[in-house]
């Protein structure tokens, strides 16, 4: 069967040199079908979701879920930051509204942060001692609130200042170590007015400090944006709306505000632009040196042009393929492209310096031709069916990225060696005319075979100690499961999210789990909490809190005590800037008749310096010191009057986004579980995964995802290299019908991968999500300049490194090397990352091809160095 598909081959080969003209008219019509093909029905799926198959039980946990709470898919969440949570509640609730009314582009906007309900039954949410710590906040901060309820003004806060300097006076306050804060910021107001411009003073900083972040305000607003999926990046229309009608708010102009973004949609969108990134300069400088390795390799145009054109062509028809077999390119199978050309163009170079070797010569071109072929097909045959494989035994696997690449690029080495067999003959007669001979021999190449027989033993020991060091390398090279690793971390949205992630509330990496009731919901929270791994557990259940009677007695008690602030009465009248600084004057007077009782670092000595300094200034200093400290406080006062009147919270009158987001229609509840910051790296991120479905096994969410992807594609790409071997294996045994030829090439191919784990733990190298996908092409690529050098023996070549097909391996290695180095040199980090193992494996390769294999065949007796070539 082997020597009638060889014969078959060799026909096929022979035909299309005889018939070239309508092999290129049947190439051309192909062509424009493929890329008919290519424009109507191949799409870019950007969606990292789609890398997996929806059979697997945790993909289906997920998708339940994500059918359950929708709202927390394809989201665009925008953060807004500023100084004060004043200013940045302000700032996002403008910005909501603006989102909310243009639904050209945004199917919703919320602010999650930011309701009615949250204002007036806030504090009932906290939790007891938080509670009793921030309404002993809000009661220390009474005496500054006295004064500005009647006088809500400058000269308002002034009063209150003497109140507390009268309490120093007296002996009755005999520390303010607790007011420390809060009067830091009145002084640095002031200070900051003194100088000429505006900061304002942060009232609920000042009364509730244990609600407020270290770094001020930080507000959310969670956006479904209308994407355009005939885009590259289908958010990015919405995502540039948003910016435009964000960067058009006051408190942005005044740079106040900033307004920042992330979420799964610019995730995306940021994706495929850094995978795309660079892409015409990278490829064209690729193309160039490509066209200058086979400058190298082959010597004449005549060789050259066939040889791209062949390649370009198969390109297109597996695109072509692509549209027809699978329909879309995912952020994996997109790279297929670059795989293919680093692959392909080895079956063009063999075969055209082999008949480089014949054709130069008294032999006529048809007498070439059909010697190359009938010594090549086969060979070339072997590697493109070998490459195949290693490709197609991802098919079968459930990591769909890798599988669908499997399928695209096993089919376009198919469709290489088909293109190689009839229109590169085809091309190659068109151009084809008489030269005179030349050497196509490998430079120096009988003296590295003579030195490789004599210290064939010595090369076997050191590559018996690379493979014992390569073992351990494999076996303990790190995994690295967090997917934005992969990602550039230099894009806004990966910026934002990475500034969130020691953020309990903002961690991306949380879990998920349905509880049948509110007490059923207690009980696991409890339990969940108690974990060295859990940081935070949030649930429904937090919203209808338990010992609300205590609270509520607390919380109406406070406002008992605040009455005077609530209900001022009668206002005085708007003083004017004389009367400020006349308050201002009699109020550092004050903190000076003190000063000896003042701790030596107190606020007080600062306040007291810029009274003295706003006393002595002009109505414009005192104009805008009356702005910043009074801008926020009717706001807050509001805020605090609100807060006081909370209410008894039910089922009943939670709100219905509240609801939403934390029950399903059929009454149960959602629990939120987010990691320690341990969880930032694999190991951390498992070992938490594990303790939550411990006492949770049905439990989701991206923690659950990123780990159960990492275990998928590790799987996966086990059972790929079985199946890979199997049919590799298969394969040479079918082909070669000698179980030593098939080992040597399998032991060679071994060698190769143990050299690369080596080399990659060297170089300081994890595996991840993309790189791993070299696995495939290191078969690949190690098969068939393997097989070359086996099958050449096998039909009676001596020499080893000095023949044409030594040349060919080289040159085809240097353009594998260039497609691979495209890769290594883009920004995406993934790419980057898969290009270095890449050229890692190539090298790995070639050290075992050119080293290794000969050695073992000189030692095994399989030939003797010839003194010429053969």
């Known amino acids: 069967m082997f020597r009638a598909i060889h014969k078959g081959l060799v026909w096929l080969v022979d035909r299309s040199d005889r018939h070239y003209l309508v092999v290129l008219l049947l190439g051309a019509l192909l062509l424009l079908i493929s890329l008919y093909a290519a424009s109507h029905r191949l799409s870019i799926d950007t969606d990292?979701?789609?890398?997996?198959?929806?059979?697997?039980?945790?993909?289906?946990?997920?998708?339940?879920?994500?059918?359950?709470?929708?709202?927390?898919?394809?989201?665009?969440?925008?953060?807004v930051r500023a100084p004060t949570p004043e200013e940045a509640r302000i700032a996002a609730q403008a910005l909501n509204e603006k989102l909310r009314a243009d639904p050209t582009h945004f199917r919703s906007s919320t602010t999650p942060g930011i309701s009615p309900f949250f204002n007036r039954q806030g504090l009932l949410l906290l939790p007891p001692k938080e509670l009793e710590s921030t309404i002993g906040s809000m009661l220390q901060a009474q005496p500054l609130l006295g004064p500005l309820a009647t006088d809500p003004t400058a000269r308002g806060l002034f009063?209150?200042?003497?109140?507390?300097?009268?309490?120093?006076?007296?002996?009755?306050?005999?520390?303010?170590?607790?007011?420390?804060?809060?009067?830091?910021?009145v002084a640095h107001s002031m200070e900051d007015a003194i100088s000429g411009h505006a900061s304002p003073l942060s009232w609920q900083a000042l009364l509730t400090p244990q609600l407020v972040g270290a770094n001020g305000g930080q507000e959310f607003i969670l956006i479904h944006p209308v994407r355009d999926f005939t885009a590259l990046q289908p958010g990015r229309a919405a995502t540039d709306e948003m910016l435009r009608l964000a960067n058009a708010l006051p408190e942005v102009k005044s740079g106040r505000v900033r307004i920042n973004y992330t979420g799964s949609v610019p995730l995306a969108d940021e994706e495929f632009a850094s995978l795309t990134d660079r892409a015409v300069p990278i490829a064209v400088g690729s193309s160039v040196l490509?066209?200058?390795?086979?400058?190298?390799?082959?010597?004449?145009?005549?060789?050259?042009?066939?040889?791209?054109i062949t390649l370009v062509a198969g390109l297109i028809y597996t695109f072509g393929f692509a549209a027809l077999a699978v329909g879309r390119l995912n952020l994996v199978s997109v790279a297929f492209a670059v795989l293919f050309v680093g692959l392909a163009v080895d079956f063009g170079i063999q075969f055209a310096v082999r008949l480089r070797a014949r054709m130069f010569s008294e032999r006529n071109f048809d007498d070439s031709m059909h010697e190359t072929a009938h010594r090549v097909v086969s060979q070339i045959g072997l590697a493109a069916l070998a490459t195949s494989c290693g490709f197609l035994a991802f098919a079968p696997t459930d990591f769909t990225g890798v599988a669908e690449l499997g399928i695209i690029a096993g089919a376009g080495m198919l469709l290489a060696l088909l293109c190689t067999l009839t229109l590169l003959p085809a091309l190659l007669r068109l151009l084809s005319k008489k030269e005179p001979h030349a050497e196509v021999a490998l430079p120096g190449g009988a003296k590295a075979d003579a030195w490789l027989q004599r210290n064939r033993k010595g090369v076997l020991a050191a590559f018996a100690l690379i493979g014992l060091a390569g073992l351990w390398s494999a076996i303990t090279i790190p995994f690295d499961a967090n997917p934005l690793h992969t990602k550039r971390s230099d894009t806004e949205a990966m910026r934002t999210l990475t500034s969130l992630m020691d953020d309990p509330n903002t961690n991306p990496f949380t879990m998920d789990i349905l509880v049948k009731d509110l007490a059923a919901t207690r009980t696991i929270g409890d339990r969940l909490g108690k974990l060295p791994e859990v940081a935070?557990?949030?649930?429904?259940?937090?919203?209808?809190?338990?010992h609300q009677d205590d609270k509520l007695e607390q919380i109406q008690q406070a406002s008992d005590l605040m009455y005077a602030v609530l209900n001022p009465g009668e206002r005085q009248p708007?003083?004017?800037?004389?009367?400020?600084?006349a308050a201002a004057r009699d109020t550092a007077e004050g903190i000076a008749s003190v000063a000896d009782k003042l701790d030596a670092k107190s606020p007080l000595r600062r306040i007291g310096k810029a009274l003295e300094q706003l006393a002595k200034g002009s109505d414009a200093q005192m104009a805008t010191a009356n702005q910043a400290l009074t801008q926020f406080l009717p706001y807050t006062l509001h805020q605090l009057a609100d807060s006081l009147s909370a209410e008894r919270i039910t089922m009943e009158n939670l709100p219905d986004e509240l609801k939403r987001d934390w029950f399903t229609p059929d009454g149960r509840v959602r629990v939120q579980v987010t990691p320690t910051a341990s969880a930032q790296k694999t190991q951390g991120l498992r070992r938490f995964v594990q303790a939550v479905q411990q006492v949770a096994p049905d439990a989701a969410g991206s923690a659950v995802d990123t780990i159960k992807a990492a275990d998928t594609i590790l799987s996966a790409f086990r059972e790929a290299a079985v199946y890979a071997t199997l049919a590799i294996g298969v394969v040479?045994?079918?082909?070669?019908?000698?179980?030593?030829?098939?080992?040597?090439?399998?032991?060679?191919?071994?060698?190769?991968?143990?050299?690369?784990?080596?080399?990659?733990?060297?170089?300081?190298?994890?595996?991840?999500?993309?790189?791993?996908?070299?696995?495939?092409?290191?078969?690949g690529v190690g098969v068939s300049f393997n097989v070359y050098f086996v099958m050449n023996w096998r039909q009676g070549m001596q020499l080893f490194l000095g023949s044409p097909t030594a040349r060919a391996v080289l040159f085809s290695a240097l353009t594998t090397g260039t497609a691979f180095g495209s890769l290594a040199i883009a920004r995406h980090p993934g790419t980057a990352s898969m290009g270095i193992v890449l050229l890692l494996s190539l090298l790995a390769v070639l050290l075992s091809t050119f080293?290794?294999?000969?050695?073992?065949?000189?030692?095994?007796?399989?030939?003797q160095a010839p003194d010429k070539p053969h």
């Open 732 to 779: 040479l045994m079918l082909v070669l019908r000698r179980l030593r030829d098939a080992g040597l090439v399998l032991a060679t191919l071994l060698m190769s991968a143990l050299l690369t784990a080596l080399l990659a733990r060297i170089g300081g190298l994890s595996i991840n999500f993309a790189n791993i996908i070299a696995l495939p092409l290191l078969l």
């Open 290 to 308: 490509l066209i200058f390795w086979l400058m190298l390799a082959l010597g004449s145009w005549r060789l050259i042009v066939p040889v791209i």
């Open 48 to 79: 990292s979701d789609h890398l997996f198959s929806e059979k697997l039980p945790w993909r289906q946990q997920s998708e339940a879920f994500a059918r359950q709470f929708p709202q927390f898919s394809d989201t665009l969440t925008v953060v």
């Open 536 to 546: 935070q557990v949030v649930s429904g259940a937090d919203f209808v809190p338990a």
């Open 851 to 863: 080293a290794f294999l000969p050695a073992m065949l000189y030692s095994i007796g399989l030939c």
């Open 159 to 185: 009063h209150g200042l003497d109140l507390m300097v009268e309490g120093v006076r007296r002996g009755m306050t005999e520390d303010l170590s607790s007011y420390d804060a809060a009067l830091g910021n």
């Open 574 to 581: 708007t003083p004017s800037y004389a009367d400020m600084r």
